[in-house]
């Protein structure tokens, strides 16, 4: 892939940062990588007067990733939107998002924890992740930790791999669970009681994720090998689990997203701690600013992370919930409407989040 990264100076206080940012994108660029992973075009966009740098770092072929393509054989369409609105998230809401985790109490459970810790090991390993709490807090000076030689910093493009490699593989299950439960309704000729409409959605958000991060980045010939053995196998264990046990598959979801969750504050730690410095000026996708409606003033990297962190946060919600209901009977209570109109309930916004999920008592 032949790339062409945009630098546009942030308004800095001095000539001399002005350059010494140029000269940290152009290492950022230039400098050693796998091929298996690159940089998008349009990874970096400081908004100013432009500075283009050119050079081949990869023997991919470059694919062109249309955000918004005008319709084609269609000359009576001005643009077709996404089916999904996404709900409205104020800063606060955002905010507020805790990591949570729920204990693993019964036979299920702890299967579905153990088969998430084993998934996030691989992970973890084949996007070469690794972090240490006490840096991301700021409690530990991140030089002396390297000199320890047990601590590897995540930089930018580190962080763009974990990213998609993890959404390409949160996007499967709300697909999966949809699929089946649209089989079953049709087969069993009765309703589905409102869950299909919410996984949908769910695996729709993810799917949108991965692609505000392929405008970002772009993978090369060994990370799409690795995502399509991944997703083939993914997809083929979650069939036949979601077969076997429906709330064991939920619940192990709902671990997924606290490790979502987790990933994703690490990565707001970094970038408040300045170890990530071409992610600070740098803005939001388009993509990401139509999907998420995102405000003015509001649209740099780390508030399109918190954007994607509330979801996983929502998702872990989801499934920790639909992992304590009768599976078969009970209606999703994400999309009821409630006698008691006072009371707190679950919803599709954030408002009433519960990091660990709903009880069955409380919402059927």
Known sequence: MYGTIRITKAPLSSKAATTKLAQAAHTFCYGARPRSFAVRPSTAAFQHNAVSLERPFSSTARTQLDVFPPPANAPNIKVTPPAWHHPVYT???????????????????????????LLRMGMDFFTGYSHDHAVSRGTKNPAAARRAGWYSPMDERKWLIRCVFLESVAGVPGMVAASLRHLHSIRRL????????????????????????????????????????????????LFLSYLISPRTCHRFVGYLEEEAVITYTRFIAEIDAGNLPLFEHLQAPEIAVRYWNMPEGKRRIRDLILYIRA??????????????????????????????????????????????????????
């Open 311 to 364: 979801d996983e946060a929502k998702h872990r919600e989801v499934n920790h919930t639909l992992g304590n209901l009768e599976q078969r009977e009970d209606p999703n209570p994400f999309v009821s409407v409630y006698k008691d109109a006072e009371k707190r309930h679950p919803g599709k916004g954030i408002e009433n989040i519960k990091g660990t999920g709903w009880e069955r008592e409380d919402v059927i």
């Open 91 to 117: 800063e606060k809401q955002m905010n507020d998002i805790t990591i949570a985790h729920r204990a693993a109490t019964s036979l299920s459970d702890k299967v579905a924890l153990t088969m998430m810790r």
């Open 190 to 237: 009765e309703r589905d009681n409102g869950w299909i409409e919410t996984l949908l959605e769910e695996a729709y958000n993810e799917r949108m994720h991965l692609l505000t991060f392929l405008t970002m980045a772009e993978p090369g010939r060994f990370m799409r090998a690795m995502l399509l053995g991944a997703q083939g196998v993914w997809y083929n264990a």
